[in-house]
């Protein structure tokens, strides 16, 4: 038998290694490795963390509802509160993402506008609540004013992506027709990007609800607010409670949200 060389004869190998990105891998590890030392993580570090969880999961059984009233209240202001920045967020990203598409508006209007969609996505819902909170003082409507910001950062960048891939055919033949360029926007745009913004429109209105609940902690109002002051009265058994009703309301709210689109779209 004869054995040819594959560099020889000029033939490629198989499944040639690629020395270059096992190379990113180990690097990848050395520097999770070094990260880890320097933030101080340790065996012993976990090993009390477990112990100490264990003591606080064992103090949340079982549940205590008697404080019903209380955790109705921040459960309802909570879906207020993600209802109407929902609302105005939406609303608020219909000409943002319109005015950030490249393929319908010039780029002197684009830019801009992309750069303000960047500006809101930049800050955590949290971060912007306490800004808000500082600003306009506690309560649901720095809540609400945060979670507007995040809306924002969120639909109008999907909605202004899902613009830039539609087909330019169907825009040409209205405009081809003589329509003005509101008339453009209604047969020749909102055709094709309806069913994808009412998925964006019910997502954020999911996310809404859960981000609610955080910017309450920091005073923005909401479920998140009784969270917080029940945490720190050491009511264990009273967060387990509000926990059981927060993740039961958004199961409840995407079981609502997968019925929306299902009908709507």
Known sequence: MIVTDPAATGQ?????????????WVALVIYVIYAG?????????FSTGLEHGH????????PNFERWELIYDG??????????????GVLISLPVGLMAARNLMPAWISWPMRGVIALCRSFHP???AILFVKAIGFGALAGVMALIVASIGFISKLFAEAIEEIS??????????????????????????????????????????RNSTMVGIV?????????FTAYQRFDFDVVLAILIVIVSLIMVAEIVSGWARRVFQ
Request: charge should be positive; aromatic fraction near 12%; proline fraction near 4%.
């Open 37 to 45: 030392s320097q933030l101080g993580f340790s065996a012993e570090r």
């Open 219 to 227: 005073g923005g109002g909401g479920i998140g607010a009784a969270l």
């Open 168 to 209: 330019l055919k169907q825009v040409e033949a209205v405009r081809a027709s003589g329509a003005g360029f509101l008339s453009v926007l209604i047969m020749g745009v909102q055709p094709q990007v309806l069913p994808r913004f009412i998925g964006f429109a019910t997502y954020q209105l999911d996310s809404n609800l």
């Open 75 to 88: 459960i309802l202001e909570s879906l207020q509160i993600a209802v109407i920045a929902t609302f105005f």
């Open 126 to 128: 949290i971060i912007v």
């Open 55 to 62: 003591r606080f999961l064992v103090r949340m059984f079982p």
């Open 12 to 24: 490629r190998t198989a499944f040639a290694p690629n020395w270059l990105g096992r190379l990113g």
